[in-house]
């Protein structure tokens, strides 16, 4: 039986860095061997634009049915005042197939240190652990009307349990060092966060825990991004600091990650969002989508080799400045994506 991958092309630049991405999948499948079929199913806009739902019934089943999910990016702003949003469709479909732990990496290879914009980048790499299914995004009561607006942000033991589990098991095959970012000094969550996460903590005896605000793991991740091995935090924090992180790169274009629970399907997606700004123009940056392809590699189907072959083609590539605008460069999506396979 090939392995079955599920694919959400998305929306604006969506389609255009999916190509990219499974070109490239294809391009190393049929040099080195793996056995694959893609199982499209229509998501976020495009899906609102067919049957007015941006998570059908139909693609749902598709995901669960599948090996590993590949999505690019949706929303835009053709349904940013629509009934139903694209952004619906992400929440719903991260929490129907129960993915509580997004991992969202940053590391700097020697090539790529020239694009970033901090000076001391050459030692980073670090992961952040974000929860991902529950927090301010799912928490009720929630409400909007002329006088007043409400979000609740709550969380249950439970719930940081199993997604600090995660953050730990990572550290211990890391740098053994997990950092808790809160805003214990406000918010009864977080205060409740650090309780939790210390419990956890004891059944690993070998990996350091210490904790940072978030308004200061903020700026630290600028000033000396290299202290941080694993950043476990709360979905929101989790969502802006990892647009910060990436930023260490040179462009958000370059992130990967991947979004995981207790079994099932794993689900594998850039980081950023759709760029309406940029769309249509050829010129979005693959590598976000081409690094989200080599991260479902090794994770999903136990193929490192594969994942380490695009890695080391793509570091040619930025070596060779055959790079998109967004890092300063002046090559388009596709020759990019050549590039890529040309070194592969
Ligand atoms: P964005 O991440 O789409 O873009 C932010 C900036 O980064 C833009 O200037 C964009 O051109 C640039 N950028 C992002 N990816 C790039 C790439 N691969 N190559 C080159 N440049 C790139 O964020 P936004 O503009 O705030 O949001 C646009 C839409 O995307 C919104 O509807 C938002 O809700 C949605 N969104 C979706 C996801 C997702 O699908 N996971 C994530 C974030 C935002
Ligand atoms: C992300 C995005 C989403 C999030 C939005 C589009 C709902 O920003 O994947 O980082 O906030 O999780
Ligand atoms: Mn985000």
């Known amino acids: 039986m090939p392995n079955q991958i599920a694919v959400l092309k998305g929306d604006y630049i969506g389609p255009e860095i999916m190509n990219a991405g499974l070109k490239v999948l294809e391009a190393i499948a049929n040099k080195y061997g793996f056995d694959y079929q893609i ?122 349990k199993r997604v600090a589990k995660i953050a730990f098991d990572m550290a211990e095959r890391r740098r053994h060092h997990v950092t808790l970012v809160d805003k214990s000094n406000v918010l009864d969550t977080s205060k409740f966060w650090r309780e939790v996460v210390a419990e956890v903590a004891k059944d690993y005896p070998d990996v350091t825990l210490d904790y940072c605000y978030v308004d200061a793991a903020s700026m630290k991740i600028i000033s000396n991004p290299g202290q941080f091995d694993v950043i476990l935090t709360e979905n929101l924090f989790g969502d802006i600091l990892s647009d910060e992180a990436a930023q260490i790169t040179g462009s958000l274009g370059t992130i990967p990650s991947m979004s995981i629970g207790d079994g099932g399907p794993v689900l594998y997606e850039p980081i950023h969002g759709s760029a309406p700004d940029i769309a249509g123009l050829g010129v979005a940056n693959p590598f976000s989508m081409i690094n989200s392809v080599a991260m479902m590699l090794a994770n999903s189907f136990n193929r490192s080799d594969l994942a380490q072959k695009i890695y080391q083609a793509i570091n040619q590539v930025i070596t060779d400045g055959a790079v998109t605008p967004d890092l300063g460069g002046h090559y388009k999506t596709e020759q990019v994506t050549d590039a890529v396979i040309d070194n592969i």
């Not at 941006?54 to 598709?62: A, C, H, Q, R």
């Not at 669960?64 to 005042?81: E, R, Y």
Request: charged share 25%.
């Open 39 to 160: 199982v499209e199913a229509p998501f976020g806009g495009e899906a609102i634009d067919e049957c007015g739902d941006p998570l059908p019934p139909k693609t749902i089943e598709k995901c669960q049915s599948s090996d590993a999910v590949l999505l690019s990016a949706i929303g835009g702003p053709k349904w940013d005042h629509a009934e139903k949003r694209p952004e619906q469709g992400l929440l719903q479909i991260r929490s129907k197939l129960n993915l509580y732990s997004n991992i969202r990496p940053t590391n700097i290879s020697e090539a790529m240190t020239q694009y970033s914009p901090i000076k001391n980048a050459n030692d980073v790499d670090f992961v952040i652990v974000r929860e991902l299914t529950s927090g301010i995004y799912f928490g009720t009561p929630r409400h909007k009307d002329d006088f007043q607006a409400l979000d609740t942000m709550y969380y249950t033991r439970e719930e940081i």
